[in-house]
C-alpha cells in the first residue's frame, strides 16, 4: 500500500505521528543518560525538600545499553560468493567516518527502541555518498503495512539563529521521488527547496531493535530495567539519608542548654563540630552523658543486591558486571559461561543490525551507480566475535583451521581481529614481497653459469652424432 499524498500532506501526518512518540523518546532519554526524575518519592515530601533532596542515581540502563553496544562491532561488507570484504564499500564507510557513526546508531536503537541512517547525494564527491547517523529524537519514518518498505521519512532540527533571536524550525521530507526542505514561518510550514531525484526508494534506513510482528517500531532495552531501576535509586538515596542521620553513632545529654556548646571563645560550634565527635566537657555534676547506638546499613545493601540479580536475570548481563563479586575469584570457563546469554543477546543484535546496514549499503551503490547489482541481494555484514576468548585461543583455533585447509587466508584474516584496511595491508605487503622474491629467483637464475646446472640423470655428455639412413 503505497499513500500518494502531497509533500504537505505527508509533512503533517509524519510529524503527528513523530509527536506521538516524543515523550516516550524523551524518557528512555533521560534514563540512559541517568536524569530522570526522582521516584517512588511522595510529592508532599518532594515538593519539602526541594533542592535539598538529591537522588542517587545507579545508572543500570546505562550499563545494559553500554555492554550491548561493546559487542557490535562491524569490520566489512562482502558478497555471498566471495571469501575477502568489499574494498570499495569500505571505503565509503571510512569516508563517512562511520566506525564512530556506527556506534552511535547502535546506542541510540538499543536505548530508544531505534534510529536511522540517511544516505544522500554528496556535492563534494559523487563517487562517495554522504552517509550520516540520526537519532530517533529527530528523525521519524512511516513503514508500508505489506512490504515493510519505508514509504516516506521526515527529519526534524532546530536551526540556529543570531543571538537573541529564536531559533528556526526545519525538516526534510524524504519521499521515493524526490527530498523536500521546509521551514516553519509564523506557526505554518512553508517549502523552501526540493531536489526530485526520483531514486523510486527512499533513502532512510531505520534500526529497530527487538521489532515485533506488531510492533515494527522496536523495543526500548530499558523498559524491563525502568522499574527495578527506579527502586534502587530510591534504595540508595534512602541509604544516604541514613547515613547522615542514623549511621553515625549520636550523642545525647541532660543538664545543658545550647549555650553551652561554645569555643574556648565563646563562639557557637558548629553543626559538624556538635555532631560529628569534639569532645564536651562541663563541671556541672547533673550533667549527664550517653549515645545512641548507630544504624547499621546493611538492609540497603542486601536490597541493591538483589535488585542488581534481578537486572541480571532479565538482561542476561554477568553477575560481575553490576558488582556482584564473590570472595572466590571466578576460573575463566566460568567467566565464559557467565556471558553465554550476552554474546547470543550480541549476535540478534548483529543478525537485525546487519540487515539494515546491508540496505544501506545498496542505497549507497543506487546513489553512486544510478541502479543496483542483483548480486548486492547476498550482501553480508562481518561483524567482529561478540564473544571474549583470548587472543592466544583465537589464533590457535584459526592456525589448525588454516593448516587443515578449511579456512582460507583472508577469512582467517578477519577471525583473528584484523580490519577490512589491515586486510588491504597485509595483502598489498604479501604480494610485494613475493615479487621481490619472484624477481630475485629469476635474476639468479639469469645471471648463474651454466656449468652449475647439470642434466638431470648424472654429468652432462656429448650429444650423439647424427648418422644418415
Known sequence: MALDLEPDAWLKRLIHQHEDEMSDLR??????????????????????????????????????????????????????????????L???????????????????ALALKRSYVIVGANEDDDATPL??????????AELDPRTRKVMAAIKRWDEPAASGSTPTNMATLYLP???YTFEKEKGAWKQTDEDLH???????????????????GGTSELRAVIPISDAACKVASDMMVSAEFHAMPRRWVTGMSRDDFADEN?????????????????????????????????????????????VSSL????????????????????????????????????????????????????????SVDPRTRSLETVWRDPATPTYAQVADAVTKLFQAGLLPKEMA??????????????????????????????????????????????????????VDG
Open 413 to 466: 584474516w578477519e577471525k583473528l581481529g584484523y580490519s577490512a584496511t589491515q586486510i588491504v595491508r597485509m595483502s598489498a605487503m604479501e604480494d610485494a614481497a613475493l615479487t621481490r622474491l619472484t624477481a630475485a629467483d629469476l635474476h639468479a637464475i639469469s645471471t648463474a653459469p651454466t656449468d652449475n646446472f647439470p642434466a638431470v640423470g648424472g654429468p652432462q655428455q656429448d650429444p650423439p652424432a647424427l
Open 315 to 370: 538482561t542476561g548481563l554477568p553477575p560481575s558486571f553490576l558488582g556482584l563479586a564473590t570472595d572466590q575469584p571466578p576460573s575463566a570457563d566460568a567467566i565464559r559461561a557467565s556471558e553465554a546469554r550476552l554474546i547470543k543477546r550480541a549476535e540478534r543484535r548483529q543478525r537485525a543490525f546487519g540487515e539494515a546496514w546491508e540496505r544501506v549499503m545498496r542505497l549507497v551503490l543506487l546513489i553512486r551507480d544510478g
Open 266 to 310: 565563646g563562639q557557637p560550634l558548629g553543626a559538624m563540630s556538635s555532631l560529628a565527635g569534639r569532645l564536651w566537657v562541663n563541671e556541672d555534676t547533673a550533667v549527664k552523658f550517653g549515645q545512641f547506638e548507630e544504624a547499621q546499613l546493611t538492609n540497603f545493601h542486601d536490597t541493591i543486591n538483589q535488585l542488581a540479580r534481578l
Open 27 to 88: 524518557l528512555m532519554d533521560s534514563y540512559y543518560e541517568g536524569t530522570q526524575a526522582l521516584s517512588y518519592l511522595a510529592p508532599e515530601i518532594q515538593a519539602e525538600l526541594s533542592d535539598r533532596m538529591r537522588q542517587l542515581i545507579i545508572n543500570w540502563p546505562q550499563l545494559v545499553v553500554d555492554a550491548l553496544d561493546e559487542r557490535l562491532d562491524i569490520e566489512g561488507f562482502r558478497y555471498g560468493d566471495s571469501e575477502t570484504t568489499e574494498r570499495d
Open 90 to 108: 569500505w571505503a565509503i564507510w571510512q569516508a563517512n567516518e562511520l566506525d564512530e557513526g556506527s556506534q552511535q546508531v547502535h546506542v541510540d
Open 177 to 179: 521521488k524526490g527530498r
Open 131 to 140: 552517509v550520516t547517523a540520526e537519532s530517533a529524537l529527530e528523525v521519524f
Open 198 to 216: 526520483g531514486l523510486g526508494e527512499v533513502p532512510v534506513v531505520p534500526l529497530a531493535n527487538r521489532p515485533r510482528l506488531k510492533h515494527r
